[in-house]
């Protein structure tokens, strides 16, 4: 972000943007999440399953976010660790009601908070307990305890219930995300702003 950007978001007058990094299986309902966090008229009819990744944007009441929404097959999964670097914060999409997954899920997830560019930092995690509205969905409690998600003790994580069809539990998600996300109040680099005082006779 430049200068201008910076300052524009220190007065209000842009919202400050983040980079998330949408991961989880194939079918979960990443896609289906992230478009319907878009404003109603930018959604898209036609969800199909995503192919490598793709980049969406979409915004809370103070920030902008920008979504690695990343294809979830087998496949692609090695794409992933190529943008954990690039990613503020991750949303991490399970199908609640593919039991059979589940401990695929929990692979992929271990692997993805051992991997040096993850493991040291304290990137926050948003879980989506998704499909819901299925017969066979787990409840929320349920997956937190089939991934361990209490093992996770150096980076804040939330989990929500959610059904993307409907939409519902996704705001509560983006809330806490946005909450979390903190501001950098102080720079570790702090501009350095040379003034030239001029005697008061050369003006
Ligand atoms: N019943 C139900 N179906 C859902 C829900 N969320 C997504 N789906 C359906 O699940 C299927 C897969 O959704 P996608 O959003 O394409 O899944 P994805 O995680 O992006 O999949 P990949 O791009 O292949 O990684 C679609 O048919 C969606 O309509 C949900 O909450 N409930
Ligand atoms: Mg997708």
Redesign the pocket.
Known sequence: MGLLDRLSVLLGLKKKEVHVL?L????????????KLKPSNAQSQN?????GFSIEKFKSSSLSFTVF?????GR?RNLWEHYYKEGQAIIF?I?S?DRLRMVVAKEELDTLLNHPDIKHRRIPILFFA?????RD?VTSVKVSQLLCLENIKDKPWHICA?????G?GLQEGVDWLQDTVKVPSIRKHPINVKFTLLPKHSI
């Open positions: 949408c989880g299986l194939d079918n979960s309902g990443k896609t289906t999440i992230i478009n969800i199909l399953p995503t192919i929404d990343m294809s979830g097959q692609y999409v199908d009601s998704n499909k819901m509205d299925l969905a959610s059904d993307a069809i409907k519902e």
